[in-house]
Every structure is written in structure tokens, then in C-alpha cells.
């Protein structure tokens, strides 16, 4: 069975299989993240990262291209420019450079062939590699697909091999660490949690691809963070979120959730979007029945302004909020209160008119 590893404890191998004089190897699904946090990685260690796409490239990108030497009537190997060799300057400011090697399963055997030459004989033309070159190989498994194919044991044999595994936890805490806005954490979690329903036999990676076939796109992490970026680019104040993620979840004509999660995935991203706005209604409902004393949660920041707007018409609105803001200060929701209060003064400052938060603005947010 091969040894896995989460995006948290990456680094720590990574680090080890250094001094070990081992090439890492990472294996992963596709859309896991395998590239970026090799970028990441060369980044920290203050290295110049040059990726490398395997399964795009010509054999003679990876040994070296022949040119005629008119003086001996030789042909020398040259190689690419992308390829740091002896003499050659470290970038300014960096401690040398780290070779991504990426898609390595995905191309065929005289491709990995040519690599292993340049990887472990670190040797490409006729030039040796830069004595500060490092690599890092990644591959898509062929359990996963994505056309991947074996790779040969002479290369696994001279690699440290690991595959990189995404929980539901470590893409919820790379969303919040993104600053990405919490409800759509909450539309990937009602999410996962339905395909855990349709499917609860399989892993939240096989759950990913059921009932999805033929030429459409595939579930990936890096796909919902595409989606991410799409709804907190159209969404001017973080509490227009909501009204978003409304618009793109009816969004029939282009099906943008559709074209980038697949049909299975985008219907049940549909489908959390319906219980979120569900749950605006519960909320408006419980804010009624507390008589405005409802104890805020950081989870209402982007669901508790589209409430206050609904109620906004209501005949003891004002006695609502006041009770609200009263109630959560007494019992030290401060930081929750805060957030949602200032979602509704950038959004609609007219719901905060005549309310005690005029009072105790200054103190909520610049204490």
C-alpha cells in the first residue's frame, strides 16, 4: 500500500527526503494541489521553481538539443534555456533553484526514459545540471486516471514515494487561511455531505466522481477554489455572498457550477445553495420568536444581513435589532456581533439607523 500524506505535514517530508539525497516523488488525484504546493515549497526555501510539464514537451526539451558544429563536423547537445547548468548565476536573491518535474505518470515510457537522464545523472546535452538544482516529481496516480500511466521501477526505485491526500478539513482550513468568505465553506461541506448520502460505501475522493461519466468536467479541489474566486469577485460587499451564490445556482442558461464541477457536483452545489437560502427563513423565523435576542454566531455573517433586510419592514424592527446588539454584548459575542453589524452598515447602513450599534460602533470595532 503507498504511504500518504495530507498538505499539512508536505513540508516536513519534503524537508527529510532532502537530506536523505532521495528524489521526492508525490503522487496525487488530479486538482489536489501537488504544483502549487511545490511552488509554495520552493518559495519558502527561497528557491526559483521552473515546472516542468512533462507530457507537453518533446524528448529533446528534456535531453538536449543536437546542433552541427562546422569545425569538428560533430553534432553538440545543447540544452534548453529553461535548464540551470555549471556556471550559470543564481537568480538574484535566491539560494538556487528547485526543477518541478509535473505530470510525469501522464506521459509514455521513451518520455520517462528521457527524464530519469536528467534527474538522477543530472546531466542534460552535454552539460551538467547547476550543482544547486533540485527536483521535485509529480504524478497523477492511475487509480485516479487523468490518463496517467505506470511508472517504471527504475524511477521509483530511486525516489521517495508519496501520495498527497485532501480531506474535507484540510481544504475547509485552506479556504479560511485563502480568506476566502465561510459560506462557501459551508456550500462545500452540504455538498460533500450529500455525495457522502448518495454514496456512503465510497471515500470522499471516490464520492468525487460518482455520476460523473463522458467528456465533462470533473470535481477538483482546485475547481471549487476557481468557483470561489468567481463568487468573491462578483460579490462587492462579503455579505452580498449569498445573493451570489443565489444567482449562480439558478444560472441555467450558462450553468457556470455545472461546467466547472460537473453535472453530479454542480447539481448538489445547486442543492446547497437552496438549503442556505432554507435556512435564511429558519433564522428569520427564530429572530421573531427570541424577540431580537439571538445569540449570533460567525457562521450568520453572511446569512444574518439578508435576514435583517427581510425584516427590515417588520412593525417592531427597531425594538429587534436593539434587543439583538443588547443581548450579544451581555453575553460576549463582541467579535460575531461585530462582523455581522459591519456586514450590514457596508451593505445596507440603513438597517443600524437609530439602533445602539451608533453607540457602540467606536467601541466594537476600534476598541
Known amino acids: 500500500m503507498r504511504q500518504t500524506i495530507s498538505h499539512k505535514h508536505l513540508n516536513q517530508w519534503l524537508d527529510n527526503i532532502r537530506l536523505s539525497r532521495l528524489t521526492p516523488l508525490i503522487l496525487g488525484a488530479v486538482g489536489v494541489g501537488k504544483t502549487q504546493h511545490a511552488i509554495e515549497y520552493a518559495n519558502l526555501h527561497n528557491l526559483e521553481p521552473i515546472i516542468i510539464p512533462l507530457d507537453s514537451m518533446y524528448e529533446m526539451d528534456v535531453v538536449g538539443y543536437a546542433v552541427p558544429n562546422k569545425t569538428d563536423q560533430k553534432f553538440h547537445y545543447f540544452p534548453s534555456t529553461f535548464f540551470p547548468v555549471e556556471g550559470d548565476k543564481t537568480p538574484e536573491g535566491k539560494e538556487g533553484w528547485l526543477i518541478i518535474i509535473d505530470e510525469f505518470g501522464n506521459c509514455g515510457a521513451s518520455m520517462q526514459t528521457a527524464a530519469q537522464r536528467l534527474i538522477f545523472e543530472r546531466i542534460v546535452g552535454q552539460h551538467k545540471l547547476h550543482e544547486k538544482a533540485e527536483f521535485i516529481i509529480l504524478g497523477n496516480t492511475v487509480e485516479a486516471g487523468a490518463n496517467a500511466n505506470p511508472i517504471s521501477s527504475a524511477v521509483l526505485s530511486r525516489c521517495a514515494v508519496t501520495e498527497l491526500k485532501v480531506t474535507s478539513q484540510d481544504f475547509l482550513d485552506y479556504l479560511a487561511s485563502q480568506g476566502y468568505p465561510a459560506i462557501l465553506s459551508d456550500v462545500y461541506s452540504t455538498m460533500l455531505n450529500s455525495a457522502t448520502v448518495v454514496s456512503s460505501d465510497a471515500s470522499p475522493e471516490q464520492s468525487m466522481q460518482e455520476g460523473q461519466e463522458g467528456q465533462e468536467a470533473i470535481f477538483t479541489h482546485r475547481g471549487y477554489e476557481q468557483l470561489c474566486v468567481v463568487v468573491s469577485g462578483k460579490a462587492s460587499v462579503p455579505s452580498d455572498c449569498l445573493q451570489v451564490l443565489k444567482e449562480m445556482s439558478l ?15 454542480g447539481s448538489l452545489f445547486t442543492n ?16 421573531i420568536q427570541a424577540d431580537g435576542k439571538y445569540p449570533v454566531g460567525i457562521a450568520d455573517v453572511y446569512t444574518l444581513p439578508v435576514v435583517l433586510s427581510k425584516l427590515f419592514t417588520h412593525a417592531e424592527f427597531l425594538k429587534l435589532m436593539n434587543n439583538f446588539i443588547t443581548h450579544n454584548l451581555a453575553n460576549g459575542n463582541t467579535e460575531e456581533l461585530t462582523s455581522v453589524l459591519t456586514a450590514v452598515e457596508t451593505s445596507t447602513p440603513e438597517l443600524l439607523a437609530h439602533t445602539q450599534f451608533d453607540r457602540v460602533k467606536a467601541q466594537l470595532i476600534n476598541p
Do not use: H, M, R
Open 251 to 265: 444560472d441555467t442558461d450558462t450553468n457556470t457550477a455545472k461546467s466547472v464541477l460537473g453535472d453530479y457536483y
Open 272 to 287: 446547497a445553495v437552496s438549503k442556505l437560502l432554507a435556512n435564511v427563513q429558519t433564522k428569520y423565523a427564530a429572530f
